[in-house]
């Protein structure tokens, strides 16, 4: 059974910095992209951020571009994401995504696996 969990979620000044850890686990796991996702209140979930292990390609949402970077270690089975100048509009639930096979790494329906979710709250 594969399982993601997330960590490093938090209340925040708005300028302030967070760090976000996912840890897989299970036996059978590999991936081809792990990602980002955020969800605020009364909103869609959105992407945010993602890295493709084959090519080392990342990805970025326009909202978090220079501010947010993820990293990871697919040996190891994890990925980070260090946000940075945070905004009271990045307050979310962020969930860490892993996606099996080679997608449209922005989109959620290409993820198979997903977290629980941390919340992050940026205050102003």
């Known amino acids: 059974q594969v399982q993601l969990v997330e960590s490093g979620g938090g209340l925040v000044q708005a300028g302030g910095s967070l760090r976000l850890s996912c840890a897989a686990s299970?036996?059978?796991?590999?991936?081809?992209?792990m990602g980002w996702f955020r969800q605020a209140p009364g909103k869609e979930r959105e992407f945010v951020a993602a890295l493709r292990w084959s090519a080392g390609g990342t990805y970025y949402a326009d909202s978090v571009k220079g501010r947010f970077t993820i990293s990871g270690d697919n040996a190891k089975k994890t990925v980070s994401l260090q946000m940075n100048s945070l905004k009271p509009e990045d307050t979310a639930v962020y969930y860490c995504a892993a996606a099996k096979f080679l997608r449209i790494a922005t989109m959620d329906y290409a993820y198979d696996y997903w977290g629980q979710g941390t919340q992050v709250t940026v205050s102003s």
């Open positions: 299970g036996r059978t796991f590999s991936s081809n992209t």
